[in-house]
């Protein structure tokens, strides 16, 4: 038999973010993940190493992977339109979660068991909340990046989404802030 998982999980760099918003540079789902995958290690870092807590290192890097597989299904649907209304939210958690299983469905019975619960984000609460710090750390970074590009329609969602991570109130996220998101908003020159 024929699995087609990874073939999908390919595609998720024709997956663009963004959509509703004028870019200077496209960015799709697969960079996107990569780069949650590498702040969300580096959360897990802070919180483990610098702040003495004991969060699941591999969870949080199995789950930030996975965690917009499904758009691979349902194509980056933008977040004003996902979080419209309750009814919509609600529907598109569905959506996504058949999305979810589906894709499981695309594995051998085996690999299915170990990956489905971070493809379907069956993960602990303290797992997705550092994964949810490091997606909106990302979509920050963006912002920084695009507005560095002169591209002032990314100013307001990047206000709004700096604040939605400092709302998170996480001590490792508010490091990660202090210590490595100024280094973004610098040229090649200046980090030099």
């Not at 507005?147 to 002032?152: I, V």
Request: with cysteine.
């Amino acid at each position: 038999m024929k699995y087609h998982f990874y073939a999908y999980m390919s595609r998720l760099k024709n997956i663009k973010r963004w959509s509703l918003m004028r870019n200077t540079r496209d960015e799709n789902v697969q960079e996107h993940s990569h780069m949650v995958t590498v702040i969300a290690h580096a959360l897990c870092i802070i919180r483990n190493k610098i702040l003495g807590g004991n969060i699941d290192e591999r969870e949080v890097l199995a789950y930030a992977v996975y965690h917009d597989a499904n758009e691979v299904i349902t194509g980056d649907l933008p977040t004003p339109i996902k979080y419209f209304s309750a009814d919509i939210k609600s529907s598109y958690k569905q959506i996504e979660r058949f999305a979810g299983e589906s894709l499981s469905g695309m594995l051998p019975g085996e690999m299915a068991k170990e990956i489905a619960p971070f493809v379907l984000g069956d993960v602990s609460p303290e797992t997705k909340k550092i994964v949810r710090a490091a997606d909106k750390l990302t979509a920050y970074i963006k912002c920084i990046e695009e507005k560095k590009s002169g591209n002032l329609e990314f100013e307001r969602a990047g206000a709004s989404t700096l604040q939605t991570v400092k709302d998170l109130k996480m001590p490792e996220a508010e490091y990660f802030i202090e210590h490595f998101l100024s280094s973004f908003e610098m040229t090649l020159d200046e980090l030099n």
